[in-house]
């Protein structure tokens, strides 16, 4: 785990899609410290009209190539950890593709990160990388 839902302007190219994707998952193994094979990912396509964001907030703003990323992940993680996993992300996607760093948006879900995930078989899996 972490399960990452990546919602972007579907008119971006493939690779910048990939690109999003890599740079959250290469933060998430430097800040998280989750192993590599943890990469579950979705990237959801939005037109123009399905994506919604305020011109500027909180004196941030925004532009229509906006990223929401939204992290759903184990608790346990301090707010330092997840300070710098906000600026690894939006810096490290800003380095390698065309999305300006004002444009991504992180959400972070935390759960228990035991009974509340299957990775598949219908099971509860216990990951040895968390600590009990």
């Known amino acids: 785990m972490p399960f990452v839902r990546i919602s972007l302007p579907k008119k971006l190219s493939l690779a910048t899609k990939n690109n999003i994707s890599e740079a959250i998952h290469q933060s998430l193994?430097?800040?998280?410290?989750?192993?590599?094979?943890?990469?579950?990912?979705?990237?959801?396509?939005?037109?123009?009209?399905?994506?919604?964001?305020?011109?500027?907030?909180l004196g941030v703003s925004h532009s229509e190539e906006i990223v929401y990323v939204q992290i759903t992940a184990g608790q346990g993680r301090t707010v330092e950890q997840k300070r710098?996993?906000?600026?690894?992300?939006?810096?490290?996607?800003?380095?390698?593709?065309?999305?300006?760093?004002?444009?991504?948006?992180?959400?972070?879900v935390e759960n228990n990160g035991l009974e509340n995930w299957s990775f598949g078989n219908g099971e509860i899996q216990e990951p040895t990388h968390l600590k009990k």
Not at 88 to 108: S, Y
């Open 29 to 57: 193994i430097a800040e998280f410290h989750i192993p590599s094979a943890d990469y579950f990912h979705v990237i959801e396509e939005l037109e123009q009209h399905q994506i919604k964001y305020p011109e500027s907030y």
């Open 84 to 108: 710098k996993l906000y600026h690894q992300i939006a810096t490290r996607i800003a380095a390698t593709t065309e999305i300006l760093i004002n444009n991504v948006i992180i959400v972070l």
